[in-house]
């Protein structure tokens, strides 16, 4: 009888799932590699694996899907950027898409949207519809599912709960020029910031604060460098996963309609997901420390309203205006 020492077993089962790894990845006809920013504790990221899973099955492994999260691929904009150069297949990106269209500022109005309830309504009806077609045909990116995200809420190492304690403070925003008006207005400095450097900006004292949904502040350790969530709520919304437009041209009318049906199999799991992880985040986020702090949000809706209304594009001003009045 011939016998193998742990060792020597330990490396011929590795050699194995490497062979099996390869094959699976030959066997492919297409792969698709999705990059986006979130960690693997995320929500979009379970989604993101949700959605190869589904996609790989009913294609019988035809079409394989590699998920890169943590910026591993590249950041939002580089990624959009790839896309449109065929470089990259797919990623998750929300508002940032306002810089080729316009429409997309929606996404993420300051206090347009009441509840998730009213998001679902705006992000599923009429208004979603001309958001993603307008998308598709200026930025060559395709939204094929949208995830939910928490409300975006102030960090900092301070309480503040009202405009006039943010004292030109420096603060990180996404490359978004409604952010940039809007917390200008509310009296911050706010400071363009690719995500993956706003832990080291926190830390190195660069900007003094950030703010985003309590899920990315969990899973990007912000706990570590900050010590209140001052409850702004200022944004409610939604994120889409997209796949490039040349990339959909190129696939048969069958397998886009498995590629939809796997998105649509995701978004439901993300937001299964995301419901469970929201009252777990933040007592997590209490326990490791950070302080919660109820903030007079009507004091930043109305601070904020006039540089909302003035910053978007004309062309979705009367939209805006009619959010804001429901």
């Known amino acids: 009888m011939i016998t193998l020492n742990r060792r020597r077993f330990a490396a011929l089962a590795m050699a194995c799932l490497t062979a099996a790894s390869a094959l699976t990845a030959s066997a492919a006809e297409l792969t698709l590699k999705l990059g986006h920013l979130a960690n693997e504790q995320n929500s979009w990221h379970k989604a993101s694996l949700k959605f190869a899973e589904e996609l790989e099955q009913r294609t019988q492994g035809r079409i394989a899907v590699e998920v890169f999260p943590n910026d591993s691929l590249g950041r939002e904009m580089d990624l959009i950027n790839g896309m449109q150069l065929g470089t990259v297949e797919m990623t998750i990106t929300g508002e940032s898409l306002q810089n080729w ?3 997309a500022a929606l996404l993420a109005i300051p206090y347009a949207y009441r509840s998730l309830e009213h998001m679902d309504e705006v992000a599923a009806g009429e208004i979603g519809e001309k958001i993603k077609a307008q998308i598709i045909e200026r ?3 395709r939204p094929i599912a949208y995830f939910a995200r928490g409300p975006r809420n102030l960090t900092a190492n301070r309480a503040i709960t009202n405009p006039g304690e943010l004292n030109r403070m420096r603060l990180r925003v996404p490359n978004v020029p409604l952010f940039v008006d809007t917390w200008t207005a509310l009296g911050a400095q706010p400071t363009p910031m690719a995500f993956s450097e706003v832990f080291t900006s926190l830390q190195n004292g660069t900007i003094d604060g950030q703010e985003n949904p309590v ?6 350790s912000l706990n570590e460098v900050q010590s209140h969530v001052n409850l702004t709520e200022h944004v409610r919304s ?7 437009e040349q990339v959909w041209q190129g696939l048969s009318e069958e397998d886009q309609g498995h590629v939809m049906e796997a998105a ?3 978004q439901e799991y993300e937001r299964q997901q ?3 992880d929201e009252d777990a985040i933040r007592a997590d986020l209490e326990a490791k420390s950070m302080s919660f702090v109820e903030v007079d949000q009507k004091a930043f809706a109305d601070a904020s309203r006039e540089a909302v209304i003035k910053s978007v594009d004309e062309s979705i001003r009367p939209i805006v205006e009619d ?4």
């Open 274 to 276: 995301f419901l469970q």
């Open 215 to 220: 899920a990315l502040i969990q899973t990007a």
């Open 323 to 326: 959010l804001f009045k429901q």
């Open 139 to 141: 930025a060559q990116v």
């Open 101 to 103: 269209a316009p429409m």
């Open 238 to 244: 939604w994120i889409y996963l997209t796949i490039a």
């Open 264 to 266: 649509r199999i995701a």
